[in-house]
Nanobody, 121 residues
Framework: QLQASGGGLVQAGGSLRLSCVVS????????VAWYRQAPGKQRDMVAT???????NYPDSVKGRFTISSDNAKNTVYLRMNSLEPEDTAVYYC?????????????????WGQGTLVTVSS
């Protein structure tokens, strides 16, 4: 089970930190990813972190978003800086596994409710 929180309304250029509490899963043996879905658009991955702490980001957020984890709290964070109106979306977290054949991360758990981030211009 994954529970995302920390969303809210922020002005462009501002920052937010999202939290994802992971339960019922071997936290430090799995990779976790943050996704976002804007109205009318597909759900896209914005950050991943492996059990060993390696992080990856798409170019759209690289340098602005930082994913981190606290194994003691079974929690993954997403720090978002220099937010833009285009970052407005519902943000979700999920446990992911790497498909070596297709070279993509695939979600493994049911999707939670997500947390809404709204960036005003």
């Amino acid at each position: 089970q994954l529970q995302a929180s920390g969303g809210g309304l922020v002005q462009a250029g501002g920052s937010l930190r999202l939290s994802c509490v992971v339960s019922g899963i071997a936290f430090n043996m799995n990779a976790v990813a943050w996704y976002r879905q804007a109205p009318g658009k597909q759900r896209d991955m914005v950050a991943t972190i492996t059990g060993g702490g390696s992080a990856n980001y798409p170019d759209s957020v690289k340098g602005r978003f930082t994913i981190s984890s606290d194994n003691a709290k079974n929690t993954v964070y997403l720090r978002m800086n220099s937010l833009e109106p285009e970052d407005t979306a519902v943000y979700y977290c999920n446990v992911v596994a790497f498909d070596a054949l297709r070279r993509v991360w695939l979600p493994r758990a049911s999707w939670g409710q997500g947390t809404l981030v709204t960036v005003s211009s």
